[in-house]
């Protein structure tokens, strides 16, 4: 199953847009942000078997790059290590977490058995000026999956930052952990390169 695959491991509709708007443009609220970008996916999974990786990456790539602040996620991943590094060594990760991250959903949602998802239009407030916005992967043969996603307004619409499975810990502290390790042991380029390990072997690469 999908969401076995991919919420055990921790990794994890279209809104209505005019017709010269593309799909992954920024919403004004955050719901549709994520309902939005539920639809390329959803689509993406329909077409899965015809698409293939490369098909599946390419469809998936702007509508992610869209709807996740991917370089403030890299930040956030970090942590206060991220300060030390220079201009160029923060923009090489932030390349190749993006890369990664597309991948893995490219990898994740490989196939479709009648799943659907469901997103609640009223976001909660979070720290800050933050929102959560509440979903649900609906899935034919299984109980549904709850999956909430922390928020940030930015200047060019409502962006995720974090996610988080059945309220539990978000993706980015799962992930901070083994980040630090690798930047304390390698180096930015050690995480870089280990960052473009894990996306070639998503690839099957």
């Not at 597309?102 to 659907?116: C, T, V």
């Not at 993706?171 to 180096?187: H, I, K, N, P, T």
Request: glycine share 8%; net charge neutral.
């Amino acid at each position: 199953m999908i969401s076995r695959r991919l919420f055990l491991t921790a990794t994890a509709c279209l809104a209505a847009v005019a017709t010269v708007t593309p799909a992954w443009a920024a919403s004004a609220e955050p719901a549709a942000t994520i309902d939005t970008f539920y639809g390329v996916l959803l689509g993406v999974m329909k077409d899965s078997a015809k698409l293939g990786f490369a098909g599946r990456h390419d469809k998936l790539a702007p509508a992610i790059r869209q709807a996740f602040d991917l370089a403030l996620m890299t930040r956030l991943t970090v942590g206060l290590q991220w300060a030390n590094l220079s201009p160029t060594e923060q923009q090489q990760l932030v390349t190749a977490f993006s890369d990664f991250s597309i991948a893995n959903y490219a990898s994740q949602f490989d196939d479709y058995g009648g799943e659907r998802f469901e997103v609640d239009p009223k976001a909660d407030a979070a720290p800050g000026n933050d929102q959560v916005v509440h979903t649900k992967l609906i899935q034919p043969k299984d109980k549904p999956v709850q999956l909430d996603y922390l928020m940030r307004q930015t200047q060019n619409g409502w962006k995720v930052i974090d996610v988080f499975l059945s309220g539990t810990i978000g993706q980015l502290a799962a992930r901070r952990s083994e980040f630090s390790a690798v930047l304390r042991q390698e180096g930015p380029q050690g995480l870089v390169a280990v960052l473009k390990q894990k996306t070639a072997a998503l690839a099957g690469g």
